[in-house]
DNA sequence: TCATCATATGAATAACTGTTCATATATACA
DNA sequence: TGTATATATGAACAGTTATTCATATGATGA
């Protein structure tokens, strides 16, 4: 090319389709939804708050315990929990010198039962 | 305390409860089967891809189109696509010069379906 | 066949995230 | 009341990731 023009990514009226963006546009869900989708998403995309999820569909459980299931140190799962509380997935309550953790939502299971299934085909 | 000797972290047979963390490590999904699940929610855990997914749920479109909706640059939307083409949830079609992305899996709709409940309350 | 243009890709950068280590907190129970 | 201990937290570090910029690719359609 003769000068720093850059070529257009797709001219808009010619090989764009204004009138789908639009209309896509108009039945996508509000932005700060999706917001809050991703969000949720992001904090079950990581493989041990999946694991301590899972095991809290089994049972509640003290942290010293799912570090021993998952064999992680207690400091690193008490940091996953921390992530767990702020997005109100799961509660606890103490018992002893225990502190008991458990799932706060029933959608979770919802949701890992779609999951499950994608995964198994 | 008077040497490096660190405290227990739930001494074992005391405070852990063996039986139960037995218990549920037996009935918890394979390791393996986690780790899809979690690599699964990682590519939702982004809001440029839960996006690109809320839209496709709509409609096919192409590249440029994704890229005008969502305003952002069309290299920012293919290595977004490429993510999500590598983990086989979109598939895409020549049509002219455009390439038109779709959905490839209706799993995806039933989960979203599942976590917009959960946001939504 | 050749120029064009929609899309893909590679490298670089900045921001984010998970674990570890050290230590603080706070409740139970002696 | 004081000590032991289950849990929480802060800082640091390493690994990961999303975007940008520049450029490659490759099919179209003239």
């Given at each position: 090319m003769t000068d720093k023009e850059k070529m257009p990514v797709?001219?808009?009226?010619e090989h764009s389709h204004p009138e789908i963006v639009e209309s896509v546009a108009d039945r996508m869900a509000d932005e700060e939804i999706l917001m809050d989708v991703a969000e949720l998403f992001k904090v079950f995309g990581d493989s041990t708050r999946v694991r301590i999820i899972c095991a809290l569909f089994e049972s509640e459980l003290c942290v010293c315990d799912i570090a021993e299931l998952l064999n992680m140190t207690q400091s690193a799962i008490s940091h996953q929990l921390r992530v767990l509380k702020q997005a109100r997935l799961v509660k606890y309550r103490r018992d002893g010198k225990s502190i008991f953790y458990s799932l706060a939502d029933s959608h979770i299971r919802t949701i890992f039962n779609s999951a499950f299934e994608h995964v198994m085909e």
């Open positions: 797709c001219a808009d009226g």
